[in-house]
């Protein structure tokens, strides 16, 4: 009964290539984010999602594309992956949208690229 | 523009001490204010947050932290540490908009 899941847990993967990690959550909440988290530990807010609508876009580059199907299911697609890539992804949500609700995260993907 | 700082990357106590991680923003608005913990090859999950009223706000696992507008702060304690507090904190912010921003974070090591 995983809140906020993510797939996979570790990806590897050449440079150039296209890859996609996967997220859901079960908690029946509106907004959705994705977040990297470098090799320092850092964290930064990519995108967020509410009601399937993009809200915000952090001026990621546009190899990074977010697909919500619906409002269980935020997607990360990445298209010619880069050597700078290779982070720790965050998968997040909570109930609306605004800055005082709590956050839930996913488990993460490590994603290395070679 | 809305920032945290973190003073200290690391910081080590001995079992039963008093844990004090810092925190410190600067916000042009009202911050709402966050303290997460993130344990070893996991996400991160909430240790506590203030938005308005009772500046002493008290988390999970015995952690509180205070807000003092005056000095900007945020900082987090605990008054006698356990084996199993040793994780990376993250202190955020939201100014009222729909993003966390976060610090960057202070790893803590409790020894037996």
């Known amino acids: 009964d995983t809140a906020v899941s993510q797939t996979p847990k570790y990806l590897v993967t050449q440079m150039g290539n296209d890859k996609s990690i996967k997220c859901e959550q079960n908690?029946?909440?509106?907004?959705m984010y994705w977040y990297k988290q470098d090799s320092k530990k850092f964290l930064k807010i990519m995108f967020s999602?509410?009601?399937?609508?993009?809200?915000i876009n952090e001026t990621v580059p546009n190899r990074f594309s977010p697909k919500s199907p619906d409002k269980a299911h935020l997607n990360l697609h990445i298209n010619s992956l880069e050597l700078g890539d290779s982070a720790v992804y965050f998968c997040?949500?909570?109930?609306?949208?605004?800055?005082?609700?709590?956050?839930?995260f996913g488990p993460g993907t490590r994603l290395t690229v070679l | 523009a809305q920032s945290v700082t973190q003073l200290g990357s690391h910081v080590s106590v001995s079992e039963g001490a008093l844990v004090l991680l810092r925190c410190n923003y600067s916000?042009?608005?009202?911050?709402?204010l966050f303290w997460y913990v993130q344990y070893p090859n996991q996400g991160l999950q909430l240790l506590l947050k203030?938005?308005?009223?009772?500046?002493l706000v008290k988390g999970i696992n015995g952690f509180e932290a205070e807000f003092k507008k005056s000095e900007t702060s945020f900082h987090l304690t605990k008054p006698s540490a356990h084996m199993s507090d040793a994780a990376e904190y993250f202190c955020?912010?939201?100014?009222?908009?729909?993003?966390?921003?976060f610090g960057t974070g202070t790893r803590l090591q409790v020894f037996p």
């Open positions: 997040a949500s909570s109930q609306v949208r605004g800055g005082t609700d709590t956050q839930y």
């Open positions: 908690l029946g909440h509106d907004t």
């Open positions: 999602y509410n009601n399937k609508e993009l809200i």
């Open positions: 916000s042009s608005v009202p911050p709402y």
């Open positions: 203030y938005t308005t009223g009772a500046t």
């Open positions: 955020a912010v939201t100014p009222n908009t729909d993003k966390l921003i």
